[in-house]
C-alpha cells in the first residue's frame, strides 16, 4: 500500500475529515490534501505527527512510516531479549499478585506468553494441545476440545470473543463455525458478559478486565495485555481461594 492510500484509509476509519486530522497535526487541510493524492511527499516528522494524531498503535504507525519510504521509529523485541527483562518480571508480580485469581498474559494474536496458576481451573479438562504458553487464548476459549463444553453461557460468551478477534480474519473463520448462531436478548443485561464456567469446585461465575502497558514504546511491549478474571460472587471467590490454598493448582 502506498502512503496516500494508507494515510487516507487510517483518516476514514477514524471517521476524522480532512480538517479534523490537520488541526490534531499542527499542519493544514490543503497540505494533507496534497499528502493524500499524492501531490506533496511529506517528512519523516510529520508521518510521525500524523500516526500520533491518528491515534495508531505502534505497529501501524512503523507501516506508515514504510509507506512513506522511512525507516520504522518504534523496535519490535522478542520477550527473550535482555532488554526486555524488566517487563518479564513485572508480568511475574503481576501475575502472582492476582492470586487467587485467574489472569493470563497473551500477545497480538492471542497467543499466551504466560499465565499463573489459578488460571488451571480455568483450563480444566481441556485438551493438553490446547493449554499453556504458546497455544492460543481465544481457541481455547471456542474449540470443542478446550473449555467450550464447561460454559454454561457459552452463545453469548463465545460472541463476544468473536467480536475481540476481528482483526484476526483466520481464526475468526477458523472459531466461527463452532459459535451458534446469536438469538436477540430481552430484559436487563446487567453491566457485562460473565462467563459461567463449570468446574470441578461448582459453578464459576466471572467477568475479564484487560490491561496494557500504557507507556509502551517497543511494539511487542505495546501489544501484550493482561487478561484478568475477578469473582461475580462470594461463592466464587471462594471456591478460587480453596484451589490455591489446597494445592489443587499444582496437582
Same mark, same amino acid.
Given at each position: 500500500m *502506498?502512503?496516500?492510500?494508507?494515510l487516507r484509509e487510517r483518516r476514514t476509519g477514524r471517521r476524522l475529515s480532512q480538517l479534523d486530522l490537520a488541526l490534531r497535526a499542527g499542519t493544514t487541510q490543503r497540505h494533507l490534501s496534497f499528502m493524500e493524492s499524492g501531490r506533496s511527499s511529506p517528512g519523516r516528522s510529520m $508521518? $510521525?505527527? =500524523?500516526?500520533?494524531?491518528?491515534?495508531?498503535?505502534?505497529?501501524? +504507525?512503523?507501516?506508515?512510516?514504510?509507506?512513506?519510504?522511512?525507516? #520504522?521509529?518504534?523496535?519490535? /523485541? /522478542? &520477550?527473550?531479549?535482555?532488554?526486555?527483562a524488566p517487563v518479564r518480571t513485572a508480568i511475574d508480580h503481576i501475575l502472582t499478585?492476582?492470586?487467587?485469581?485467574? !489472569?493470563?498474559?497473551? *500477545? +497480538?494474536?492471542?497467543? $499466551?506468553?504466560?499465565?499463573? +496458576? !489459578?488460571?488451571?481451573?480455568?483450563?480444566?479438562?481441556?485438551? %493438553?494441545? =490446547? $493449554?499453556?504458553?504458546?497455544?492460543?487464548a481465544y481457541r481455547l476459549a471456542l474449540h470443542p476440545d478446550g473449555i467450550a463444553p464447561r460454559i454454561l453461557n457459552f452463545g453469548p460468551w463465545a460472541w463476544h470473543i468473536l467480536e475481540r478477534i476481528g482483526h484476526l480474519a483466520g481464526l475468526r473463520a477458523e472459531l466461527s463455525p463452532y459459535v451458534p448462531t446469536p438469538e436477540p436478548s430481552a430484559g436487563h443485561l446487567g453491566f457485562a458478559v460473565p462467563l459461567r464456567l463449570r468446574s470441578s469446585?461448582?459453578? =464459576?461465575?466471572?467477568?475479564?478486565?484487560?490491561?496494557?502497558? !500504557?507507556?509502551?514504546? *517497543?511494539?511487542?511491549?505495546?501489544?501484550?495485555? &493482561? %487478561?484478568?478474571?475477578? #469473582?461475580? *460472587?462470594?461463592?466464587?471467590?471462594?471456591?478460587? +481461594?480453596?484451589?490455591?490454598?489446597?494445592?489443587l493448582a499444582s496437582r
Amino acid at each position: 500500500m *502506498d502512503f496516500p492510500q494508507a494515510l487516507r484509509e487510517r483518516r476514514t476509519g477514524r471517521r476524522l475529515s480532512q480538517l479534523d486530522l490537520a488541526l490534531r497535526a499542527g499542519t493544514t487541510q490543503r497540505h494533507l490534501s496534497f499528502m493524500e493524492s499524492g501531490r506533496s511527499s511529506p517528512g519523516r516528522s510529520m $508521518v $510521525v505527527r =500524523l500516526a500520533e494524531s491518528l491515534e495508531l498503535p505502534l505497529r501501524e +504507525r512503523n507501516e506508515l512510516l514504510l509507506a512513506a519510504g522511512y525507516a #520504522p521509529v518504534y523496535t519490535e /523485541s /522478542s &520477550l527473550d531479549d535482555p532488554a526486555l527483562a524488566p517487563v518479564r518480571t513485572a508480568i511475574d508480580h503481576i501475575l502472582t499478585g492476582h492470586l487467587p485469581y485467574p !489472569a493470563l498474559v497473551v *500477545d +497480538r494474536n492471542g497467543d $499466551v506468553v504466560a499465565c499463573n +496458576r !489459578a488460571f488451571g481451573l480455568i483450563t480444566e479438562g481441556a485438551a %493438553e494441545d =490446547l $493449554v499453556g504458553p504458546g497455544t492460543n487464548a481465544y481457541r481455547l476459549a471456542l474449540h470443542p476440545d478446550g473449555i467450550a463444553p464447561r460454559i454454561l453461557n457459552f452463545g453469548p460468551w463465545a460472541w463476544h470473543i468473536l467480536e475481540r478477534i476481528g482483526h484476526l480474519a483466520g481464526l475468526r473463520a477458523e472459531l466461527s463455525p463452532y459459535v451458534p448462531t446469536p438469538e436477540p436478548s430481552a430484559g436487563h443485561l446487567g453491566f457485562a458478559v460473565p462467563l459461567r464456567l463449570r468446574s470441578s469446585l461448582g459453578e =464459576l461465575h466471572l467477568m475479564t478486565t484487560v490491561t496494557t502497558f !500504557a507507556t509502551a514504546v *517497543d511494539v511487542t511491549l505495546a501489544e501484550l495485555k &493482561l %487478561e484478568a478474571f475477578l #469473582p461475580v *460472587d462470594e461463592a466464587t471467590a471462594a471456591a478460587l +481461594r480453596e484451589y490455591c490454598a489446597e494445592g489443587l493448582a499444582s496437582r
